[in-house]
Antibody, heavy 120, light 113 residues
């Protein structure tokens, strides 16, 4: 069964760096893009950015200055770093898969989500 | 960015009745080269990640019951639940994957009347 498992620190203080990892089990790591999507409590979904199995990245301009993604193909893992967090970054963070296509593709596999709370 | 506008924000439907959710994109998501609409629908139940329901505007995902259907093209799309079941209570999101940044609607909450 193909699944994405996520982990990372759930409680941060303002100005700290959010760090999350997502691992793929039971499936192929390519040819896909691996996205990060977040959802503030009680609110909608915001796409943060993505990285391909080959390391190509694509970020939401609204967060680009604070986001870094990385990939470790030997472990089938991708990671997200978001710097200088504030309370506005409090959200459930999801990793999700989309096919690497010439244009976009839908998200067909999602991780279970990690709640990250930013509080002093 | 392509702005996705969903309506209504919420609706309550009796069991067995039809539920209709609308989604409008700020620009066309129809790619002329392949005549496909780059529009997906997701279902999210409390405490769970979103689940893919519909892609290419009208193709049901794996295992999705046929009471769920998607329609529309260009900028206007509809998700229809033909006969609402108790397990369909959820928030539904549309999403465009035509242009990055990929964007979602704000969601429509479906409840039982």
């Amino acid at each position: 069964q193909v699944q994405l498992q996520q982990w990372g620190a759930g409680l941060l203080k303002p100005s700290e760096t959010l760090s999350l990892t997502c691992a793929l089990y039971g499936g192929s790591f390519s040819p896909y893009y691996w996205s990060w999507i977040r959802q503030p409590p009680g609110k909608g979904l915001e796409w943060i950015g993505e990285i391909s199995d080959r390391g190509s990245t694509n970020y939401n301009p609204s967060l680009m200055s604070r986001v870094t993604t990385s990939v470790d193909t030997s472990k089938n893992q991708v990671s997200l770093e978001l710097t200088s967090v504030t309370a506005a970054d409090t959200a459930v963070y999801y990793c999700a898969r989309r096919r690497n296509a010439s244009r976009g593709w839908y998200f067909d596999l999602w991780g279970g989500g990690t709640l990250v709370t930013v509080s002093s | 960015d392509v702005v996705m506008t969903q309506s209504p924000d919420s609706l309550a439907v009796s069991l067995g009745e039809r539920a209709t959710i609308n989604c409008k994109s700020s620009q066309s998501v129809l790619y002329s080269s392949n005549n496909k609409d780059y529009l997906a629908w997701y279902q999210q139940k409390p405490g769970q990640p979103p689940k893919l329901l519909i892609f290419w505007a009208s193709t049901r995902g794996s295992g999705v019951p046929d009471r769920f259907s998607g329609s529309g093209s260009g900028t206007d799309f509809t998700l229809t639940i033909s006969s609402l079941q108790a397990e369909d209570v959820a928030v539904y999101y549309c999403q465009q994957y035509y242009n990055s940044p990929w964007t979602f609607g704000r969601g429509t909450r479906v409840q039982v009347k």
